[in-house]
């Protein structure tokens, strides 16, 4: 499999430039785990927003993509009008379809807009905001240097 290496110092200059483009006032932040949250707490720290949650999805089984897309530990949201979902990467956009959704159907009245740092073009869905498309496996610091380190 053709792999591209995303570095610490890749994903903090991504993070800025989605800052940048993000033009929308959100209550919230809502991690698509496990990808998701290292964005979704740089976010929380940037925009001074405490109410980071997280949502766990399984859809993939290593790089394996299953069948369909699990859902499950739902945030209480029950305060929040408007959420911003986050997540490393649009694959094919299944995960990211289903968790919206869960969750219009569980909160139809918040407003839910979505942002990562790659996006492949084919995805049946596209995030609001996103940095990069991505051409090949991304590989994330935050898996391939823990795997070289242990």
């Given amino acids: 499999m053709d792999k591209q290496y995303y570095s610490y110092e890749d994903f903090l200059a991504d993070a800025k430039v989605l800052t940048q483009k993000i033009d929308w006032q959100f209550d919230c932040i809502i991690a698509i785990a496990r990808g998701g949250l290292c964005l979704s707490q740089l976010l929380g720290e940037y925009y001074s927003i405490r109410e980071v949650y997280s949502i766990n999805t399984i859809g993939y089984d290593e790089s394996t993509k299953l069948e369909g897309v699990t859902v499950f530990n739902v945030p209480e ?39 990562s740092l790659f996006y492949k073009k084919g995805a049946k869905i596209a995030p609001d905001w996103s940095v990069q498309e991505a051409q090949k496996w991304i590989a994330f610091f935050w898996t391939e240097d823990m795997k070289r380190n242990i």
Wanted: proline share 3%; net charge negative; aromatic share 6%.
């Fill in 77 to 115: 949201l029950r305060s929040v009008k408007s959420a911003l979902i986050v997540d490393d990467i649009v694959d094919s956009g299944d995960t990211l379809a289903e968790v919206l959704n869960v969750l219009g159907k569980i909160y139809p009245d918040i407003t839910f807009k979505t942002a």
